[in-house]
């Protein structure tokens, strides 16, 4: 009965957090010092999972779009299946186009909580949505971070319905 209880009142509180719609940095802005528990994952051993990159030969995977289609197919599974991410090169996007995008989610996540609120939404129809953590409510630990979302496939979103400082 106890464990029940526990789940309630973490559910009760991913709940709240969701209802807030200011997301981690609603919580940084209103000045938490300490990162709550609903953050917390028991799976993690900070001792165990401790790397020293020096120490490491890693690097990211990076997809080069100018090989072959067969080639790239196949860096882009092995990159995901072995580390989540990688790095394109060769796509054709300007480096401008790129950082200018990079600053327009930036001074979207910098505005005060009540513009980002407009976008707040975990209705994946929607072609803009800004939320908190996209396996909130099925994670046991929440994520620590925030995203606003652009959808454009099959079609983009009309370019009015995009935060005024993203567009």
Not at 22 to 44: A, N, Q, R, W
Not at 49 to 58: C, I, K, M
Not at 65 to 85: P, Y
Not at 129 to 135: A, D, L, P, R, V
Request: charged share 30%.
């Amino acid at each position: 009965m106890e464990l029940d209880a526990g789940y309630d009142s973490r559910k009760a509180k991913v709940q709240a957090f969701d209802d807030s719609k200011v997301g981690v940095k609603g919580l940084l802005d209103s000045g938490v010092t300490k990162i709550p528990p609903m953050f917390y994952s028991p799976k993690l051993d900070p001792i165990e999972t401790e790397t020293s990159l020096s120490d490491s030969n890693f690097s990211i995977p990076i997809i080069d779009l100018q090989d072959r289609h067969v080639e790239v197919v196949d860096q882009i599974q092995s990159a995901c299946k072995k580390w989540g991410f990688f790095q394109v090169i060769n796509h054709g996007i300007p480096a401008d186009v790129l950082d200018e995008m990079i600053s327009g989610i930036r001074r979207f996540h910098e505005q005060d909580a009540e513009a980002r609120k407009l976008f707040y939404s975990r209705d994946s129809n929607k072609k803009v949505g800004y939320f908190s953590n996209g396996k909130l409510f099925r994670d046991f630990a929440a994520s620590w971070r925030d995203t606003i979302a652009f959808v454009a496939n099959p079609d983009s979103p009309n370019p009015q319905d995009l935060p005024a400082v993203c567009r």
